[in-house]
């Protein structure tokens, strides 16, 4: 996880490539930017290799994230905030990005986001999955196990409707619609 990392800032001002470029000065994560929209980032994508989009999140720019997931495919996107309310983040998660980038976060903490977004992981707060009701945590660590709801249910001594009840509120709660979508979106912790 040491290899040298791009990140393209889409911001309407520059405080936030400012912010990062300082912070990852020697981290080797190399910030790029700012552009304005989509497009921009498209074709900058297109000129260098670009492994990490961060949106500054404000107004309406959850359906930028979205576009901007659309548009360019294998870029992993990470919504910049200072809301770390999981609602944010399950937008985030649903429109298509990988995670939050705290905007008040320390230096190691954006640097973190940034590898672990590069890397393919969900980067949420730890707080995230701590608002999971406890009853739904010990479901989600078998469905990460690789166990089918047939298996969670026998090894929690569930019944298999139970089970497929708290996979929905899972679901719901991490902003994704399969078992697919939960593993290529949540970090194994």
């Given at each position: 996880?040491?290899?040298?990392?791009?990140?393209?800032?889409?911001?309407?001002?520059?405080?936030?490539?400012?912010?990062?470029?300082?912070?990852?000065?020697?981290?080797?994560?190399?910030?790029?930017?700012?552009?304005?929209?989509?497009?921009?980032?498209?074709?900058?994508?297109?000129?260098?290799?670009?492994?990490?989009?961060?949106?500054?999140l404000?107004?309406p720019?959850?359906?930028?994230?979205?576009?901007?997931?659309?548009?360019?495919?294998?870029?992993?996107?990470?919504?910049?905030?200072?809301?770390?309310?999981?609602?944010?983040?399950?937008?985030?998660?649903?429109?298509?990005?990988?995670?939050?980038?705290?905007?008040?976060?320390?230096?190691?903490?954006?640097?973190?986001?940034l590898?672990?977004?590069?890397?393919?992981?969900?980067?949420?707060?730890?707080?995230?999955?701590?608002?999971?009701?406890?009853r739904?945590?010990?479901?989600?660590?078998?469905?990460?196990?690789?166990?089918?709801?047939?298996?969670?249910?026998?090894?929690?001594?569930?019944?298999r409707?139970?089970?497929?009840?708290?996979?929905?509120?899972?679901?719901?709660?991490?902003?994704?619609?399969?078992?697919?979508?939960?593993?290529?979106?949540?970090?194994?912790?």
């Open positions: 996880m040491n290899a040298d990392i791009r990140a393209l800032v889409l911001e309407q001002g520059s405080s936030l490539t400012h912010d990062l470029t300082v912070a990852c000065r020697r981290a080797g994560v190399f910030i790029l930017g700012p552009v304005r929209d989509v497009a921009e980032a498209q074709a900058a994508a297109l000129e260098m290799s670009v492994d990490v989009l961060v949106v500054e404000s107004g720019s959850v359906n930028v994230l979205r576009e901007a997931a659309e548009t360019l495919g294998g870029v992993r996107i990470l919504g910049a905030t200072d809301d770390l309310d999981p609602d944010v983040g399950a937008a985030v998660i649903a429109a298509g990005g990988t995670g939050l980038l705290p905007r008040n976060g320390s230096i190691a903490t954006m640097v973190d986001a590898r672990r977004a590069a890397a393919g992981e969900l980067v949420l707060p730890d707080t995230h999955l701590a608002a999971l009701p406890p739904l945590r010990p479901v989600l660590t078998h469905l990460l196990d690789g166990h089918g709801e047939k298996q969670v249910a026998a090894q929690l001594g569930l019944s409707h139970t089970v497929h009840e708290q996979v929905k509120a899972i679901y719901r709660a991490i902003g994704v619609n399969s078992r697919a979508e939960l593993f290529a979106r949540f970090l194994r912790r």
